[in-house]
């Protein structure tokens, strides 16, 4: 069965400081990783995906199958980045369930 | 346009009563799923439907919990004779088939 990991519940981190969410999967095939963000009072949302290889508010992600990991990094921390952040997967092709990890609480301090 | 709508977006509810929980999806998105989200446990995947499948029930907690999509667009999810650990948020999203998903506002649920 596919299975996201992330470790921390809360990362708090000083303004300017680099940023590292982890996440860890397990799954057999291969799958497609996503992180999704919730700011305070607002719905869940994507922030990126791995096969886009994009950079969205700075935030960037590497799919390393070797050691089935998917962090979140940011070299600069905003204090707008506070949310909560989730990794999620789900099978390569489409039409298959996404799951989701815990979550992270990312929080900025000034 | 108009992003996934849900309602109610509270309810609260005694022990052993039935609620339904309602979700609208994106017009045009096929796949539509229950999500609910608890202090410390995170997303908890409850069902998924997709096009004219089966759906996905895999994630259902017990057989108090049902969930159908009608006319493959606005889903019902009921949870019958309430328990309090059913308090929770319960999200909906929706999507085209691989594609992101977009997810509503929620239905805060609170079992007395």
């Known amino acids: 069965a596919q299975r996201v990991t992330q470790p921390e519940k809360l990362l708090s981190v000083f303004k300017g400081a680099p940023v590292e969410l982890k996440c860890n999967y397990s799954?057999?095939?291969?799958?497609?990783l996503f992180w999704y963000v919730q700011y305070s009072r607002q719905r869940l949302q994507l922030l990126l995906r791995h096969i886009s290889r994009e950079s969205i508010k700075g935030f960037t992600a590497d799919l390393n199958k070797g050691e089935t990991s998917f962090h979140l990094k940011k070299p600069f921390a905003q204090e707008e980045d506070s949310a909560m952040y989730y990794c999620a997967l789900t099978l390569t092709g489409g039409g298959n369930k996404l799951t989701f990890g815990t979550g992270t609480q990312l929080k900025v301090e000034l | 346009g108009a992003g996934v709508s849900q309602s109610p977006s509270n309810k609260v509810t005694e022990k052993g009563k039935d609620v339904e929980l309602r979700c609208d999806p994106i017009?045009?998105?096929?796949?539509l799923y229950w999500y609910r989200q608890s202090l410390g446990q995170g997303l908890e995947f409850l069902i998924y439907f997709q096009g004219n499948s089966a759906p996905d029930k895999s994630g259902l907690p017990s057989d108090r919990f049902s969930a159908e999509r009608t006319g493959g667009s606005v889903s019902t999810l009921t949870i019958q004779r309430t328990q309090q650990e059913d308090s929770a948020v319960y999200l909906c999203?929706?999507?085209?088939?691989?594609?992101?998903?977009?997810f509503g506002n929620g239905t805060r649920l609170t079992v007395t």
């Open positions: 017009s045009g998105h096929t796949a």
């Open positions: 799954y057999s095939g291969s799958p497609e």
């Open positions: 999203a929706s999507s085209f088939p691989g594609a992101p998903l977009h």
